[in-house]
């Protein structure tokens, strides 16, 4: 149970540094105007979905892992 939390945590934590990574970038490389702002918002938009699917796809994995480690331990003991 604890190994899932762990896995999750870890990727959650990948995904949203991430995407907070990509948007200081942004903001520290683009000029602060209207044009420079919409594209930034446009651009969040865009990436909100397959940031989704990376988040959702760990927790698959993170479940299976788990699921796997469960079913080891169980036909070991």
């Known amino acids: 149970m604890e190994a899932q939390q762990s896995n999750r945590s870890f990727y959650t934590g990948v ?3 991430t995407l907070l990574g990509g948007c200081v970038a942004a ?3 683009i000029r ?3 044009e420079a702002q919409e594209y930034i ?3 969040g938009v865009e990436l909100k979905n397959p940031a989704e ?3 959702q796809r760990a927790q698959h994995i993170a479940n299976d892992t788990i699921i796997r480690v469960q079913t080891n331990a169980h036909t070991t003991a």
Request: hydrophobic content about 45%.
């Open 15 to 17: 995904v949203i540094g």
């Open 27 to 29: 903001l520290m490389s």
């Open 32 to 34: 602060n105007t209207p």
């Open 41 to 43: 918002v446009e651009r």
């Open 53 to 55: 699917d990376v988040v």
